[in-house]
């Protein structure tokens, strides 16, 4: 149990996590709030979903996933949120 309580206090206080990290932990925290409001789209009529929105996004989720994955620290939260938007 201590290991994982060290690996935790390493996350939480290294360059990814929410102490030090910043943008790379805040900002894919946040833009899960997208993911979720176009999950509320899946009630709306089929005629009312915005097509430009969806391949936006669609599009947004690709490119970032391939990002998350080349910047230094890799971002796994980041990669999460946009694999999940695409």
């Given at each position: 149990?201590?290991?994982?309580?060290?690996?935790?206090?390493?996350?939480?206080?290294?360059?990814?996590?929410?102490?030090?990290?910043?943008?790379?932990?805040?900002?894919?925290?946040?833009?899960?709030?997208?993911?979720?409001?176009?999950?509320?789209?899946?009630?709306?009529?089929?005629?009312?979903?915005?097509?430009?929105?969806?391949?936006?996004?669609a599009a947004?989720?690709?490119?970032?996933?391939?990002?998350?994955?080349?910047?230094?620290?890799?971002?796994?939260?980041?990669?999460a949120v946009?694999?999940?938007?695409a």
């Amino acid at each position: 149990m201590a290991a994982a309580g060290g690996a935790f206090k390493q996350w939480f206080n290294g360059p990814a996590g929410p102490v030090a990290g910043g943008v790379f932990f805040w900002a894919p925290t946040f833009k899960w709030a997208i993911s979720m409001a176009n999950i509320a789209d899946l009630q709306r009529p089929a005629e009312k979903v915005s097509y430009p929105q969806q391949c936006a996004i669609a599009a947004t989720g690709v490119i970032w996933s391939r990002y998350s994955l080349v910047i230094n620290p890799v971002n796994y939260n980041l990669l999460a949120v946009n694999a999940f938007m695409a």
